[in-house]
């Protein structure tokens, strides 16, 4: 177990720069995702951190040594890739066992060893199977059966998830989140999936173009996004944005309306006001806020919630509803947004705006 | 309702009263029909035709007259058939891992090579295109004695006595195989190229991380991973030493598969035997002969290898 630190971190392919300097503090035994639209950088981080990528400015510490020039097998690392990277010519215990090609372990060590990873992922029956005969979840397993049963200092996953179906990612992300709590290792996990992000991390980065945006909590980056790209990313539904205009007293929609906010310590002239679905019900508007009304265009039915979009003066706003309460499509609404529950973003420079 | 239908059916004509699935059987046999009449034609019929004629006495000059295994008797009493067994063989043990060591080789530092990748590769590929008789010329020069023969040459600046090549009983036949080992060398570093890419780089990196070395990524992962294209290029490439043939006709076209029978195949003998002495039923015999070997290596060659 170790603590990995980033230090203005900088990758280049010749004249174009991907990874634009960036610095990250991972404590000991965390569990860390990166996540960005793709390519952002955060599977080129990844394989810097892994050695698979030569650093090309900055430094990368692992339990406090310096990594940069070390190769990857002297790292005391593992890494889980996307397409499992298990060997269609060797059996599940042969594989797992390769974790192990470089440990002066015995036979019989290693054996047990083996049979210990493959008991804790559920692989027991299968250690004599060719991965040709498993499923895409199984195969998986046994990519992280290889990279736990050396006791690495730190696991990496490469969007390990991605060529699962939804059903099983569901299941496979529940699978390693307990694996995570039981081992406690530090990890890194790449994903493009927000859902991915939010419900397995620890904390979360939020990468773009090359450079962090924001480092957080799930909850941190949900409540206080520090920009539009993060309160965009994080939440499905995305969150609406309507444009608006600060003035004396509050902010006025550019559809019209005034929502009574406090302005800012330094008042901007336009800014984005944000509501998220989850916040935009169907109710009166009795309390300050947002409020909104429209034609219903759309309705989804998720069972625990309905999601609906109406028009709004040619803008479509996502609201929700309750479960069992369905409005017909082309019926008049009105959904409304406690103060509370609004963000605030500059529209030039995208930044959030404190407005409580 | 569906009386009418069915009745309408009915009268319609024997193509729309037949099923979807019968019309695709019918359309499928009919774009087959094609090439399969060519192969019957063409091969099979040949073939066959070689069987019979390889137990009669046919010499073009008198009508064919069944003499039962005689041409085998005589064949495997002929000193000559064994010495030319002897040499396909020597080509087919020689050439194959040799040609196929060489050609990894050069296709496992080219797929790492990203500096004028392809035009390396067509350098490569070039004699394989080349027709074998010019090729054949070409070596034959190389293998004269000082001053033409490069070789030669080259031994004489070293102060190494000349070497008679293609001269020698013991070394034409090495001589003959080196431009056809040459020749294949194109083609069986493409499909080695082919194989190489066509693992994931996932596979070297896990290795990597797992600390492996180069020399145990080759031996454990590459090289099995390999073994489809390993197999392919050993039968492919073992048929083709078995079938040697214009390489030794054109290196000595005075006198081929010399000297003395030393570097002659089976299929020069057929040739010979068929077109010179024009002992069609013998050669058929020896066609044969050839055409069991070829099936007997190919299979063992393709139980061996399979998964294992």
């Known amino acids: 177990m170790a603590t990995i630190e980033l230090d203005r971190l900088v990758k280049r392919y010749g004249q174009t720069t991907v990874v634009h300097g960036i610095d990250l503090s991972i404590q000991d035994g965390e569990f860390v995702v990166l996540v960005g639209p793709s390519g952002c950088g955060k599977s080129t981080t990844l394989r810097m951190i892994a050695g698979l990528e030569e650093i090309s400015g900055g430094e990368i510490r692992i339990a406090n040594r310096v990594v940069n020039d070390l190769q990857p097998k002297d790292r005391n690392i593992a890494m889980v890739f996307q397409n499992y990277a298990i060997y269609p010519h060797m059996t599940v215990a042969e594989n797992i066992a ?3 090609y470089r440990s002066t372990l015995s036979k019989s060590e290693k054996r047990q060893r083996v049979e210990q990873a493959a008991e804790t992922l559920g692989l027991s029956h299968l250690l004599e199977r060719r991965p040709s005969a498993l499923s895409g979840g199984q195969r998986q397993r046994v990519a992280i059966g290889r990279a736990m049963v050396r006791d690495p200092a730190a696991f990496l996953f490469d969007e390990p998830l991605s060529n699962l179906d939804a059903q099983l990612r569901t299941q496979m992300r529940i699978e390693i989140k307990r694996l995570h709590h039981r081992l406690g290792t530090t990890s890194v996990f790449v994903t493009h999936d927000q859902v991915e992000a939010m419900t397995m991390a620890d904390r979360i980065v939020v990468m773009r173009d090359g450079h962090i945006l924001q480092v957080g909590t799930p909850l941190e980056l949900y409540e206080k996004p520090v920009d539009v790209f993060t309160a965009r990313f994080i939440g499905s539904p995305t969150m609406n944005l309507l444009p608006a205009t600060l003035k004396e007293g509050g902010a006025e929609l550019s559809t019209g309306g005034l929502i009574r906010v406090s302005p800012p310590s330094a008042p901007r002239a336009d800014v984005l006001i944000g509501a998220r679905p989850q916040d935009l019900v169907p109710s009166s508007p009795d309390t300050p806020g947002l409020t909104v009304s429209g034609n219903v265009v759309v309705v989804e039915t998720l069972g625990s919630e309905t999601l609906v979009h109406i028009e709004n003066a040619g803008q479509t706003i996502i609201g929700s509803a309750p479960g069992r309460q369905i409005p017909k499509v082309g019926e008049h609404l009105t959904l409304h947004a406690p103060l509370d529950r609004l963000y605030c973003f500059d529209k030039s420079t995208e930044k959030a705006l404190a407005i409580r | 309702m569906s009386a009418v239908a069915h009745r309408e059916a009915a009268t319609g004509g024997l193509w729309s009263r037949m099923s979807l699935g019968q019309k695709q ?20 019929w040949p073939t066959f035709q070689a069987f019979y004629l390889s137990v009669t006495d046919w010499t073009i000059t ?40 060489i050609s990894f080789v050069v296709a496992y530092y080219l797929d790492r090579v990203r500096f004028m990748h392809s035009f390396i590769r067509a350098l490569y590929f070039l004699p394989f295109l080349t027709t074998a008789a010019a090729m054949a010329w070409v070596w034959r020069w190389f293998y004269q004695p000082v001053p033409i023969g490069v070789i030669n040459d080259i031994l004489a600046g070293l102060g190494i006595p000349q070497q008679p090549f293609l001269r020698s009983t013991s070394q034409a036949l090495p001589a003959v195989l080196a431009p056809a080992v040459w020749a294949g060398l194109g083609f069986q570093i493409i499909i080695f190229l082919a194989g190489l890419r066509a693992i994931p780089v996932t596979y070297y990196e896990a290795a990597r991380i797992d600390g492996l070395s180069e020399g145990a990524i080759l031996r454990k992962i590459t090289i099995p ?5 390993l197999v392919f ?28 029978n030393s570097t002659k195949p089976l299929v020069l003998m057929i040739y010979q035997t068929a077109f010179s002495s024009y002992e069609m039923g013998y050669a058929a015999a020896q066609t044969v002969v050839l055409f069991m070997i070829l099936l007997v290596i190919s299979l063992v060659q393709l139980r061996l290898m399979r998964d294992r």
């Open chain 2, 25 to 44: 059987v019918i359309w499928a046999w009919g774009f087959l029909a094609v090439p399969l009449v060519f192969y019957a034609v063409i091969r099979f």
């Open chain 2, 62 to 101: 008198r009508p064919a007259s069944y003499v039962g295994l005689e041409n085998y008797k005589r064949l495997f009493a002929d000193p000559l058939f064994w010495e030319v067994f002897r040499n396909t063989f020597m080509y087919l043990i020689l050439g194959t891992p040799i040609s196929l060591l």
């Open chain 2, 225 to 229: 991973l390999l073994k489809p294209t």
């Open chain 2, 233 to 260: 290029l050993v039968v492919f490439s073992s048929i083709g030493f078995l079938r040697i043939f214009d390489q030794v006709y054109n290196i000595n076209s005075n006198d081929p598969g010399g000297p003395l």
């Open chain 1, 98 to 100: 390769f974790g192990l």
